[in-house]
């Protein structure tokens, strides 16, 4: 911090250890909170849903497209199921899927993360060069053939995602576990004999893991938006209700031309709003975990004058 | 919404013929209507033209182009009878071996050249050669053909080794195509009849035609622009020119025709969008198709999983359970007709119309199945063979969307005779594949769709022996109904192949391979501006059937 | 040059990249249950003989790793094998494609990335103010929108007003004179929901990086001394803090070039533009081998060569890395 | 009237809290032309604020009363815009971290022949002749201008940023901790280096340090400072020896000489928080000779008893005021006079 930020005591109070770094970043930044508050709110809906759920999301219970009435708040969609149930238990499916998809990709990017910034040499060049494929591949093409040689099931969407998404986890935590590995009391444990397990468990996941969740609740929204996508190109079971496949009936029986907007809009503002949770919430963590945004010397605000304050006559 | 050139190209290579008159549009052939001539036919469509290569292209409404691109002998009129085209007049040998053609006098290609019986021959025989190579997608209209020779300009006489009930129906879906163009292709090994794009030239100039119009721009998977073509010997057609223009998706389609991009849109309209185009002033024409949608039970005798499928209860029991109503007002918002036989109503004189399908009654079903001896096991199941009676339902892309609807209210009525199925997605290659594996012994349910073309030959073909591996997605065999199907293919006269027809179909219907769920009628919009359209029973007005609408269409 | 062997290990990287893309494009498509001879099946009349030429004409009778190494032969050629579905060479047509794909994403990209810059140094010199928040929360919205989505909405809303599908209205230069300004401003014209969509979608994330690094740069010593040196804010951000604040965007770029193809996908679909995005899917519903090999050969090339031109970019932008 | 006489100056910080931390307490002080003045105390008394507020360069959160009258005029009036015309023409900076004060970019040559572009020259060649001058004037050959500043070593990247300073021929220069981050050989090249240009060029300067033996070596006055405000001011001989605050007298007892004879003695405690109010004597509870009036009254910066030996000797000490004064202590060690 530049010298006047340590005068000007902006530094306030450092939280004890990176949890509570975590805590105070999300009690600190509304964006957080609201972000934070998002997510759960869709959990608790999803877990609610077989509860809450107005109308059974296989039976018909109105008309094809028929518009948002008394009964059907959010009117119905090309088969005559209720449009806010299925949002409802859409939802379920997709946080399993995002949550499971995301689990994975964190379990497979983190332990290569580990294993080849840890270990280096030849497994980290062998396992670079896969994540680079991984990264290099468009991702929405290379989920299409997977997808289409398995077979649109639940559990082979979760499998392309995570596949997908163990890539970029990989390359963020290498990076880190060889920043931390550099550091003199890593190289001192080494020194005094402790055990590769014991460095990477004691030592290296405490720094790693909140980075990590940082990158979990990122990967979340990515996850999200992949489903939807699959969805969308029809990759997933149709059979299946998820937000994606709300969003691809819709498109497949031309909601847009039978102007049945409550077919689209409903679905895609939830999806928008749970990314844009998952995204508000892990920008903060990264926010709360990069110290390095310091004090701003440039800013539109100016620094404000007053009027002069009382002195004693003769002082200089 | 899934590319679906696939199903639709069977429409190619049967013979054709068109429905009943009850269908057509009022105006008839002379064009007695008024309005201005000239103008140009927007079409859209979701189906792209995949190749102007009659060797490879397999989207119909490549065949549509080609039906107004080259010259044909025969067309269907109004009425769905065999009309002159090229050829003026013909007639059979007393064998049914050998069939002679009298062609147009003095026709010529666009770009002058004499067009002749020798080309009609020539196009035969160079065929022929290759029939079993690159030519392959043109085998099944040469069967049982020996050979083809013009004695003059305008005769051609084409030799069978056996008589064959639908040469005219051949002969309909045969371009004839111009030698200058052809002939370096149909050399050695014939390997440039595949590879040659069959485009108007980089200069800018049409392609060769011998029919109404003349191709003047292609570009794959988005347009194929076509002017009148002046050399034309046919009546003149009122418009100017049309174009063919290609959506990704049905919502894309439609806002183009609702924005005027557009004038007039074919065949998969989607039927949700119907209402709200008629609000908007649009003119929508539904009609009975004959494509069909087909819940399949494998009736393989040497099935080795579920036998029960095999037993005619099980599979009358599932047909009680079907609605077909409840299917038509959800699936298809009624704008399809119950299904029964695999003959469609809209075939016209084919259908057996004495085929009545089986009411929607879960009581006679469960009532069945008990009778049958499988009982109801634990979790709402009946039991058969030791276990559940729960079936997978193999369930290929071409039927998202409606098909999606209809599995769910099956699903919900066989669950309530103590009958599970589940859908089992796939794409096209992966359900074909799923269904023949290991010769049809192995998949219990499927569903699918057929749209033949009009002549009841290749849908009666499907469930012949001789198609397993091939055309047959249900692995029905036997051997009586193959001898029928062989005999029916060789009878000339009309009345006979009619009754025997009926008898396969009543034959099959018992059998149970398919129940046909509905005739999804076509769906076509066209803005208000225009008229003159001559709707068909296969994809409506625009279709590879005969020349008629985009001769008579104009503004109105 | 400064640095020169830095430059040739990454090119090393990039080509050894490239050839296990090619490697496991190659097999991922042998998985594929079905080939197109199967694809063929319900051909009418497609009798055995036909399918079996086909089974020739395409080498699926050969063992995988012979059909490999046939592969690469024809590949070092440049030949990538012809289209199953439309005997065409698949160069040519993929190339046909890459011409109408990469005006709109080009554009669609650029426009991503400059709007994204422009909101990311505004909100940070205006940290703390309504428009930070607004142009903040915005990005990320924008970012959430699933791309199929905010395609349908722009198809609704705008679809009036701007042409929704398609690169041209081919009608005007075949039924009457058109010049070629005329043709362009009409492709031009059905160029703005495509690539508005894509700008849309791919902004957001520009904004949120640029600001932060912005944020970070402002707080640097040599932002002071610019400003101690009697520069207006406007030129201490554009001499000092911007160059700086850049850095990070480069890496960015070339990371998030394969979730721009993953867009280009959903918006060639939704406004039908004749695109590699179009062309892949239809390659995978036809099971058409030697496009979709080709496409995903372009498309990983193109992702490479994107990394690395944004490698050399950051290396020649950063003096101090020594390479 | 001096060159710079700076009058009464406050900076206050508002924290996110809400909180407002007063940094700078009504610091004041007179500059001559060619006159070095030091301004001395332990780290977080406020001494880079008060040279930033001289020329305005404050975060946003910062607020200022006060006044800086460079020739009469006082040019921290308007705020922002009127003190900028003034930046490097006539007040420029020379910052401690040397290490990133340069842009790491831009090549060193670019950075100093900016403010020249920009106030003086409008041809970027002559700009470009003129930044190879001041360059050589600092030492550093004029062929380096093309170089960055990772190339530099910490010695030449201080002498560049000095020369940058002097680009356009400020009247003072304000150095904030310049040698801090350099070792003591290249800490003496660049002390000299300072001394020869102020005698030579009539720059002023304003040398930030807690290193006292450097104030004492270039400095002919100094100014202590503790909590926000000066505690004292003198000619750097008297301010040595003639020590009147307790403070001061502490702080040299607190700093090792090279001869380490005397016993080192640490002050206890920690200066006070700046962001609470204080009663009395801000240095009260760390101060050894604390009398009543501390307590209460806070001690204002008046003229002692002078010696009637040149410059004014100021102090803010209850003690003072009574006529005696704390027993000074013995001379600082040789290394103490300059």
Not at chain 1, 122 to 143: E, G, K, N, S
Not at chain 2, 240 to 254: H, I, K
Request: proline share 6%.
């Amino acid at each position: 911090m530049s010298a006047i930020a340590t005068e000007a005591g902006l530094a306030g109070t450092v939280p004890r250890g990176r949890a509570g770094l975590i805590r105070q970043a999300i009690t600190e930044r509304k964006a957080a909170a609201l972000g934070l508050g998002i997510i759960v709110f869709f959990i608790i809906l999803a877990v609610a849903a077989p509860l809450i759920v107005p109308y059974s999301t296989t039976a018909r219970s109105c008309a094809v497209f028929a518009p948002p009435s008394a009964s059907h708040w959010l009117g119905c969609d090309d088969g005559g199921i209720d449009m806010l149930s299925e949002i409802i238990s859409g939802g379920q499916i997709s946080l399993i899927i995002g949550f499971a998809a995301t689990l994975i990709a964190m379990l497979i990017g983190g332990g290569v993360g580990i294993a080849s910034g840890y270990f280096g040499r030849w497994l980290d060049i062998m396992l670079m060069r896969i994540t680079d494929y991984l990264l290099v591949i468009p991702d929405l093409a290379f989920a299409m053939v997977i997808a289409d040689v398995w077979g649109p099931s639940l559990s082979h969407v979760i499998a392309v995602i995570a596949i997908l998404e163990w890539a970029t986890t990989a390359r963020i935590i290498r990076a880190q576990v060889m920043s931390v590995k550099e550091r003199v009391y890593i190289k001192r444990a080494r020194s005094i004999g402790a055990g590769h397990a014991r460095i990477i468990g004691r030592h290296i996941l405490p720094q790693v893991g909140p980075l990590l969740m940082a990158n979990t609740v990122l990967t979340v929204a990515v996850a999200i938006y992949l489903e939807t996508a699959l969805a969308f190109l029809g990759l997933e079971d149709p059979s299946t209700t998820t937000w994606g496949t709300i969003l691809e009936h819709a498109f497949d029986r031309a909601a847009v031309s039978a102007g049945a907007w409550w077919a689209i809009v409903p679905d895609g503002l939830v999806i928008t709003l749970l990314i844009m949770g998952c995204f508000l919430l892990g920008q903060a963590i990264e926010d709360a975990l990069n110290p390095r945004l310091r004090v701003a010397h440039l800013s539109s605000r100016r620094w404000a004058l007053r009027p002069l304050a009382g002195r004693g006559p003769d002082a200089i | 919404m899934r590319l679906r050139t696939r199903r639709i190209r069977m429409a190619l290579a049967a013979p054709l013929a068109l429905a009943t008159a009850a269908a057509v549009a009022s105006c008839s052939a002379s064009g007695a209507g008024s309005g201005s001539s000239g103008g140009v036919l927007h079409i859209g469509t979701t189906y792209p033209i995949d190749s102007m290569n009659p060797f490879v292209a397999q989207s119909d409404y490549s065949y549509a182009v080609y039906e107004y691109v080259y010259p044909q002998l025969v067309q269907y009129n109004a009425r769905l009878g065999i009309a002159p085209d090229f050829a003026r007049s013909w007639s059979v040998s007393p064998d049914g071996k050998s069939w002679t053609f009298h062609t147009v006098p003095h026709a010529r290609w666009s770009d002058g050249t004499p067009l002749t019986a020798a080309d009609v021959a020539w196009t035969i025989n160079e065929v022929m050669k290759y029939k079993n190579g690159p030519a392959g997608q043109w085998a099944g209209l040469l069967e049982h053909m020996t050979g083809a020779t013009a004695p003059n300009p305008t005769t051609v006489v084409i030799r069978y080794s056996t008589p064959v009930a639908n040469v005219l129906a051949q002969m309909q879906s045969m371009s004839v195509l111009p030698r200058q163009v052809w002939a370096p292709y149909f050399t050695g090994k014939g390997s440039g009849l595949k590879t040659f794009p069959n485009q108007p030239p980089a200069n800018g100039k049409p392609m060769v035609s011998g029919g109404p119009f003349e191709l003047v721009r292609y570009k794959a998977n988005q347009y194929a622009l076509f002017k009148r073509n002046p050399n034309w010997w046919g009546p003149k057609p009122k418009i100017e020119g049309f174009g063919l223009q290609f959506f990704s998706n049905a919502d894309a389609m439609v806002q183009a025709l609702k924005d005027g991009q557009v004038d007039f849109v074919g065949e998969y309209t989607p039927p949700t969008a119907v209402a709200a185009l008629k609000k908007a002033g649009f003119a929508v024409t539904t009609t009975p198709s004959i494509s069909m949608k087909t819940f399949i039970i494998n009736t393989n005798p040497h099935k080795t999983t579920h036998r029960e499928l095999l037993d005619p209860r099980v599979r009358e029991a599932i047909e009680y359970a079907t609605d077909r109503s409840q299917i038509i007002k959800t699936a298809w918002l009624g704008l399809a007709a119950p299904g029964s036989t695999i003959i469609a109503p809209a075939d016209g004189s084919w259908h057996d119309s004495g085929i009545k399908a089986l009411p929607f009654d879960l009581a006679k079903a469960n009532a069945l199945l008990n009778a049958a001896g499988y009982k109801m096991g634990p979790n709402g199941m009946r039991i058969a063979g030791g276990h559940p009676m729960s079936y997978n339902v193999i369930f290929p892309p071409d039927e998202r969307g409606t098909g999606d609807r209809t599995f769910q209210i099956m699903q919900s009525d066989l669950a309530k005779i103590g009958i599970s199925i589940s859908q089992q997605n796939m794409d096209d290659s992966a359900t074909f594949n799923a269904i023949s594996h290991d010769s049809y012994r192995t998949f219990d349910m499927a569903m699918w769709d057929w749209v033949p073309p009009v002549d009841p030959d290749f849908m009666l073909s499907v469930v012949t022996c001789a198609q397993l591996g091939n055309n047959s997605d249900s692995g029905y065999c036997n051997s009586a109904y193959d001898r029928m199907y062989a005999k029916q293919s060789t009878l000339i006269s009309t009345s006979a192949r009619r009754a025997l027809i009926g008898q396969m179909q009543r034959y099959l219907y018992a059998a149970k391979p398919y129940i046909i769920l509905d005739y999804p009628d076509i769906i076509e919009a066209h803005s208000p501006k225009w008229t003159g359209f001559v709707v068909a029973p296969v994809m409506g007005s625009v279709n590879s059937l005969s020349t008629q609408t985009l001769l008579q269409v104009h503004q109105s | 040059m400064r640095g020169g062997d830095y430059v040739i290990r990454r090119v090393g990287f990039a080509l050894l990249t490239i050839f296990v893309a090619i490697t496991i494009n190659f097999f991922l498509f042998r998985v594929l249950p079905g080939t197109v001879v199967t694809d063929l099946a319900r051909v009418p009349h497609a009798t055995p003989q036909l399918r079996h030429a086909l089974t020739v004409q395409f080498g699926l009778d050969k063992p995988k790793w012979e059909q490999y190494l046939i592969y690469l032969r024809e590949l070092a050629r440049g030949n990538m094998g012809i289209s199953f579905a439309t005997q065409q060479p698949v160069s040519q047509l993929l190339l046909n494609d890459l011409k109408n794909t990469i005006p709109m994403v080009t554009i669609g990209t650029l426009g991503a990335i400059v709007v994204g810059i422009a909101t990311g140094i505004l909100s940070a010199w205006r940290r703390g103010s309504v428009s930070d928040h607004l142009s903040t929360n915005l990005a990320i919205a924008f970012y959430a929108f699933p791309t199929q989505f905010l395609g349908l909405m722009l198809l609704i809303l705008l679809g009036g007003l701007l042409p929704t599908s398609g690169m041209e209205n081919p009608y005007a230069g075949v039924f009457g004179t058109q010049s070629t300004v005329a043709r362009l401003q009409d492709i031009g014209l059905h160029l703005i929901l495509p690539a508005l969509t894509l700008l849309l979608t791919l902004y957001g994330e520009f904004t949120l990086i640029m600001r932060s690094s912005m944020l970070e740069t402002l707080g640097e010593d040599y932002v002071l001394t610019a400003r101690a040196k009697g520069l207006t804010d406007r030129r201490v951000i554009a001499r000092h803090a911007v160059r700086n604040a850049l850095l990070p965007i480069a890496t960015l770029v070339a990371l998030s070039i394969g979730w721009i193809v993953g867009g280009a996908i959903l918006v060639e679909y939704i406004f039908s533009w004749p695109g590699i995005g179009q062309a892949l899917w239809q390659a995978i519903n036809q099971r058409d081998y030697p496009m979709l090999q080709g496409g995903f050969l372009i498309l990983a090339i193109s992702v490479v060569v994107v990394n690395l031109l944004a490698d050399l970019a950051y290396f020649k932008l950063d003096p101090r890395i020594s390479g | 009237m001096s060159l710079i006489e700076v009058r009464d100056l406050n900076v206050w910080f508002t924290l996110p809290g809400g909180r407002e931390l007063h940094a700078v307490r009504g610091v004041g002080f007179d500059l001559d032309a060619g006159e070095r003045f030091g301004l001395v105390g332990e780290s977080g008394c406020g001494k880079t604020t008060t040279i930033l507020a001289m020329m305005g360069l404050l975060p946003p959160n910062a607020s200022v009363a006060g006044e800086v009258r460079l020739a009469g005029t006082n040019i921290l009036a308007g705020g922002e815009d009127t003190v900028r015309p003034h930046r490097w023409t006539d007040l420029a900076m020379v910052f401690q971290g040397a290490m990133n004060a340069l842009n790491p970019v831009c090549t060193v040559g670019a950075q100093i022949a900016e403010p020249i572009l920009l106030h003086r020259e409008s041809s970027a060649a002559a700009a470009r002749k003129r930044a190879g001058e001041l360059l050589e004037l600092v030492g550093i050959p004029a062929g380096s201008a093309a170089r960055y500043p990772h190339e530099f070593s910490g010695g030449m990247r201080q002498r560049a940023a000095i020369a940058m300073a002097l680009a356009c021929e400020p009247k003072a220069l304000l150095a904030d901790e310049p040698t801090t981050a350099l070792d003591v050989m290249v800490q003496a090249q660049i002390l000299d280096l300072l001394v020869r240009l102020s005698d030579e060029l009539g720059l002023a300067l304003v040398l930030v340090t807690h290193d006292l033996p450097v104030v004492a070596q270039i400095c002919q006055r100094a100014g202590v400072m503790y909590a926000g405000e000066i505690v004292e001011t003198a000619a750097i001989d008297d301010l040595f020896h003639a020590t009147r605050h307790p403070y001061t007298r502490l702080l040299f007892a607190a700093t090792p000489d090279l001869y380490g004879d005397e016993q080192v003695v640490s002050i206890p405690g920690a200066p006070p928080r700046l962001d609470e109010p204080v009663t009395g004597c801000p240095f009260r509870p760390r101060c050894d000779s604390v009398i009543g009036r501390c307590e209460r009254e806070r001690p204002l910066l008046r003229l002692a008893g002078g010696d009637g030996s040149g410059a004014a000797h100021a102090v803010a000490c209850h003690r003072d005021d009574a006529g005696g004064s704390g027993a000074p202590r013995a001379a600082m060690g040789a290394g103490g006079t300059p």
